[in-house]
């Protein structure tokens, strides 16, 4: 089993950064993909941006893109994964869950538990 855990989130204004971590723990594997994701409040929940083992690199390209605003990034040593969030907008509310995929495209089999990032405008 793997557990995930985010933290960093909170009330930041309009502008602002944050930096999510999510620590994982438990079984490894050596191809696996880690992920964020957020969820609106009445949205369904969508992708933001994913790291794969070898170090690929992937953000959405959604309407209010990410690209340019956040940077995933990972420390090995410490099993975890981040995202810097910069230049906040009051759309980037929502909660945030990390995911992991173990072997690098058989899908996001385990989640964490989400962290709130509400951004004030």
């Known amino acids: 089993q793997v557990q995930l855990v985010e933290s960093g989130g909170g009330l930041v204004q309009a502008g602002g950064s944050l930096t999510l971590s999510c620590a994982a723990s438990?079984?490894?594997?050596?191809?696996?993909?880690m992920a964020w994701f957020r969820q609106a409040p009445g949205k369904e929940r969508e992708f933001v941006a994913a790291?794969?083992?070898?170090?690929?690199?992937?953000?959405?390209d959604s309407v209010n893109s990410v690209k340019g605003r956040f940077t995933i990034s990972r420390d090995n040593a410490k099993n975890t994964v981040y995202l810097q969030m910069n230049s906040l907008k009051p759309e980037d509310t929502a909660v945030y869950y990390c995911?992991?995929?173990?072997?690098?495209?058989?899908?996001?089999?385990?989640w964490g538990q989400g962290t709130q990032v509400t951004v004030s405008s």
């Open positions: 790291l794969t083992w070898s170090g690929g690199i992937y953000y959405a």
């Open positions: 995911a992991l995929d173990p072997l690098g495209g058989s899908g996001y089999e385990f």
């Open positions: 438990g079984r490894v594997f050596s191809r696996y993909t």
